[in-house]
């Protein structure tokens, strides 16, 4: 048996922290990336150029910084409008809550590519099928449209939250307590860097494995019906 020195415990709440910030941030990512897709689809030249700068500026920026940004961008803006009425206590934004935000935009950026990819490679005579059949914008696209872009860009999405799963280790950085942080508090107290770092590799890895066991269902559950020619 490997001696983690009573850290075990203390490394699988680390791992409930990171896949709780994985999923919450892939909640936001999806909004996002179906939001910007959207948007840059769109006939109105305004919305098209804050989709593309949207997206130009979070794809062109570190993972990291975005992260660090957020979490001290965001204190500084929430003081500075609570100054505005008169409260002068310190506020700051918590780890998670700025892990989530980060995570969030940069998995919402990439995933508006795969998103309009799959939205336009619907054939226009899906819309047309839809509109002639009496259904409204919102209907045709939750009932028509959704379904199949969610089919045809879940591989890009899966792939997505592989890495989006990993960079949850950034967030380490401003404090928050996931396997990363867990286990370099191990390494400070116990000074065996290459065990606390080896098991938290092997946790992301398997964190990793059971993602893309799942996605694969997912996969294959979507394409239920179709037929391979």
Do not use: C
């Not at 860009?153 to 950034?170: H, R, S, W």
């Not at 950085?173 to 606390?196: H, P, W, Y």
């Amino acid at each position: 048996m490997i001696d983690l020195h009573g850290f075990g415990g203390q490394l699988l709440q680390g791992a409930v922290i990171t896949l709780e910030l994985a999923l919450s941030s892939l909640f936001v990512g999806l909004i996002l990336g179906l939001l910007g897709a959207s948007a840059k689809l769109s006939t109105i030249k305004a919305i098209r150029w804050v989709a593309h700068t949207y997206t130009t500026i979070i794809r062109g920026i570190p993972e990291l910084l975005t992260v660090l940004i957020i979490y001290f961008g965001a204190t500084t803006v929430l003081m500075a409008i609570a100054g505005l009425f008169g409260y002068d206590e310190y506020i700051e934004v918590g780890a998670f809550a700025a892990g989530v935000t980060a995570l969030g935009l940069t998995f919402g950026a990439y995933a508006t590519e795969v998103f309009r990819g799959a939205l336009q490679s619907i054939p226009k005579g899906q819309h047309e099928a839809a509109t002639a059949l009496g259904m409204g914008t919102i209907r045709k696209f939750y009932r028509i449209i959704l379904p199949q872009v969610w089919r045809i860009a879940l591989p890009g999405l899966g792939n997505l939250f592989l890495v989006l799963l990993k960079d949850t280790a950034l967030v380490s950085v401003v404090g928050l307590e996931d396997i990363m942080r867990k286990a370099n508090i191990a390494v400070s107290s116990t000074k065996q860097a290459f065990l606390f770092y080896l098991v938290a590799a092997f946790m992301y890895l398997a964190l990793t494995i059971i993602s893309m066991v799942f996605v694969s269902y997912m996969e294959k559950r979507a394409s239920r019906g179709l037929t391979r020619g």
